[in-house]
């Protein structure tokens, strides 16, 4: 079966980095996204994988190693406002996304 | 408007009501989606249309039947529900089902409480 995993929660502090991972098994891989979804609305996309290395878009950065089946979000600088649960989803080879559970993201003072 | 809309927003039924949900896009995309979103679960895609055709049905019970007028409209028709549909349900377009990085983009979704 098709599967991704992701933490269920992690906590921070406001400021600091946090890394959220993400690992697949899909039948064939055509990209991986990360989506932010705040409590309440809808979810937004933050960024896309296709290739083997790292992404950058200013505080926050996606990794992708497609050998291993691994992603990772980085985020820097915490702020309040990135309080939110992130979600991680793998196109298939049918161009079907399949979503992780997501990851609730606490930021504390 | 612009992006992808829901309503309502929220919707509270019984088990035999009927009601309906609908989503507008205003992004010009082909594609539209349905998914439900269940507390700690990933998102369950239900309903994919493509330019107007229905291209996936992932095992969806008969109680939702979907219905896409235009590129620009898709319902939900929602019939004889139970308490485990409670759920949000999103709505999301894209620009084209099938190429490269084809990055969705989702409405507010309709908190439903089936009671």
Redesign the interface.
Known sequence: GQN?DQP?EMTATEGAIVQINCTYQTSGFN?L?WYQQHAG?????LS?N?LDGLEEKGRFSSFLSRSKGYSYLLLKELQMKDSASY?C?V?DSN????????TKLIIKP | ETG?TQTPRHLVMGMTNKKSLKCEQHLGHNAMYWYKQSA????E?MFVYSLEERV?NNSVPSRFSPECPNSSHLFLHLHTLQPEDSALY?CASSQE?????????????TRLTVL
């Open positions: 991704i269920t990209g996204f609305e809808a979810p937004t996309f896309y296709v979600l989803a196109t161009y079907q996304l399949i979503w992780g559970a997501g | 992808v700690k679960k990933p998102l895609l996936e999103l089902r099938g190429r490269g990085p084809d990055e969705q983009f989702f409405g507010p979704g």
